[in-house]
């Protein structure tokens, strides 16, 4: 296990917090994302891929985005390159257990020091079963919202990387028309309003194994195979569910605050879930998204294993859709927790 902590972190770290201003891009739901110059769409493709690259070409962020079920995915991991280091968090859907590791060892414990930032997990928030933290010293933030079986991630991007970066979350030169290229960097336009499903635009920010920071799944379930690039292999809208349910998930929504162009990807997330934690999570300014960040946290600490996701009933209720289904909670592909022996069965 590498070693963690000292004062060249601290004094790193402490600067990193006080540097300012930041860009921020979101990514929540199914999964719906703002780049970090603030272009919003939809990406609800499966597999692993670059939520932003350097210019050198190294992946900085890379985001695993897990089928539940055919119609939508969520993301169940989050992998930030500190320097050299890799750290990896991982979530079993199923279970909502939480793993953590850097550069492929497990983290046993809710914070962990390097001198190239900081892995927190003890932070939690009400509402969502825990905040995760990935910090480095130049400023960079990667923030995961913990749900039952899902991960929302905020990143922050610290001012020398402005028009430095590449991904799905943009270039962060401040002009969100440019923000969705392919790997040769043409500027792709938007399919069916604010969905993206360029076959160009997917392939072009979709991880190869050999260049995943993630671990495999004990299970052997494959984030790179043909028939995982498939997904979604039903494409469902508002329209698919009865009229009563479509209308009580509007109203979640709404008292959730979301309007305009965020209440359709709202209503549609917790519609195909049937979870009505989608309607806070969609919010910008939902308290139980993004807490408000410390550079170092006084507060007790929980251990790193989260348990067996609970029990919580949805506010919608159990309702035919306009086919003549029943509408219930999507039963979630087996997802088990990473091997400790980095990568060791995806190489």
Same mark, same amino acid.
């Given at each position: ?8 972190? *601290? ?46 070409? *190294? ?81 960079? *933030? ?169 029990? *919580? ?35």
């Amino acid at each position: 296990m590498a070693a963690f902590g000292g004062d060249p972190y *601290r004094s790193g770290q402490q600067l990193a917090c006080e540097r300012d201003p930041e860009r921020e891009s979101r990514v929540w739901g199914d999964p719906h994302m703002t780049t970090l110059d603030g272009q919003y769409y939809s990406f609800m493709a499966a597999g692993e891929f670059t939520l932003l690259r350097v210019d050198a070409g *190294r992946d900085l962020v890379q985001a695993r985005f897990h089928p539940d079920g055919d119609s939508f995915t969520v993301v169940s991991g989050i992998a930030v390159r500190l320097g050299e280091r890799e750290v990896v968090v991982q979530l079993d859907p199923n279970t909502s257990e939480l793993s953590a590791f850097v550069d492929g060892d497990p983290v046993d414990r809710s914070m962990a020091h390097m001198d190239e930032g900081l892995l927190d997990l003890g932070a939690v928030l009400p509402g969502a079963t825990r905040v995760v933290t990935i910090w480095g010293v130049d400023g960079l *933030r990667v923030d995961g919202v913990v749900f039952d079986g899902r991960i929302d991630i905020s990143v922050h991007l610290p001012e020398p990387r402005w028009d430095k970066v590449s991904g799905l979350l943009g270039n962060a030169d401040g002009r969100p028309e440019n923000d969705l290229v392919d790997s040769n960097g043409e500027l792709l336009r938007p399919l069916d309003g604010d969905d993206i499903y360029a076959a160009a635009f997917v392939d072009a920010h979709r991880i190869r194994l050999e260049d995943s920071m993630f671990l495999a799944d004990e299970t052997g379930f494959d984030y790179h195979t043909d028939e995982t690039g498939k997904y979604p292999v039903e494409r469902l809208g508002i329209g698919d569910f009865s009229s009563s349910l479509a209308d009580a998930a509007r109203s979640l929504c709404r008292e959730a605050g979301l309007d305009g162009d965020l209440l359709d990807p709202c209503i549609f997330d917790v519609l195909v879930s049937g979870d009505d934690t989608f309607a806070n999570a969609s919010a910008p300014t939902a308290p139980v998204r993004w807490p408000t960040p410390t550079c170092w946290a006084t507060a007790s600490r929980s251990p790193t294993s989260i348990a067996r996701r609970s029990s *919580r009933p949805s506010r919608l209720a159990t309702s035919p859709r306009s086919d003549g289904s029943s509408l219930t909670e999507p039963t979630s592909m087996s997802v088990a927790t990473p091997t400790a022996s980095r990568r060791s069965s995806q190489r």
